[in-house]
């Protein structure tokens, strides 16, 4: 059964700092063609946060670009979101998400984790 679990959601203050994990199988990680990360606050659409491609390149939304950034370490299977200067509308369920097809920002993806809230107090 294909498996992604997040992990590193909490609580913090406004300009702190948050790692967020996302745990898979290993299939996943050898077949995917994009992984990526989005948020959802409450009242508010899915909100595409970023994307890695298959080829490596990475991709981010308006709202965190300079700030977030995405990796993956293909031998542990597990992709990560490091949040910089958080800001207080950052606030959010954060969802680890993959395809072996591309969807950019669309929340079409077929692989979604449980979710992590990351809350940003002012």
């Known amino acids: 059964q294909v498996q992604l679990v997040e992990s590193g959601g909490g609580s913090v203050q406004a300009g702190g700092s948050l790692r967020l994990s996302c745990a898979g199988s290993?299939?996943?990680?050898?077949?995917?063609?994009?992984m990526g990360w989005f948020r959802q606050a409450p009242g508010k659409e899915r909100e595409g946060v970023a994307v890695?491609?298959?080829?490596?390149?990475?991709t981010y939304g308006d709202a965190v670009t300079g700030r977030f950034t995405i990796s993956l370490d293909n031998a542990k299977n597990t992709l990560y979101l490091q949040m910089n200067s958080l800001k207080p509308e950052d606030t959010a369920m954060y969802y680890c998400v993959a395809d072996n097809r591309k969807w950019w920002f669309r929340p079409q993806y077929v692989y979604w984790g449980q979710g992590t809230q990351v809350t940003v107090s002012s």
């Open positions: 290993g299939y996943i990680y050898r077949n995917y063609y994009m």
């Open positions: 890695i491609d298959s080829d490596g390149s990475l």
